[in-house]
């Protein structure tokens, strides 16, 4: 499943949208993220560990590595 997909059904089941996510990570990074910019990572899976971390933390879920 691609990260957009699985972050998106997760921001559902929270009640938490895609731009609440974006304006958090701008206050956590103290620099600008649009919902598009953060979309466009997402999309295309070119979202940084660090800015998942931060993603995990402000939706108050565990970012997991598995390795298959």
Known sequence: MR???EL???LYHKGL???FVAE???KKLDKPYS???LSN??????I???E????AEIIDCKLELVNN
């Open 17 to 19: 949208s895609l731009k």
């Open 52 to 55: 998942m971390k931060l993603i």
């Open 48 to 50: 940084t560990y660090k």
């Open 24 to 26: 958090e990570l701008s």
């Open 3 to 5: 990260i957009i997909t």
């Open 41 to 46: 990572k997402l999309r295309n899976e070119t």
């Open 35 to 37: 919902l598009a910019n």
């Open 8 to 10: 998106k059904e997760i």
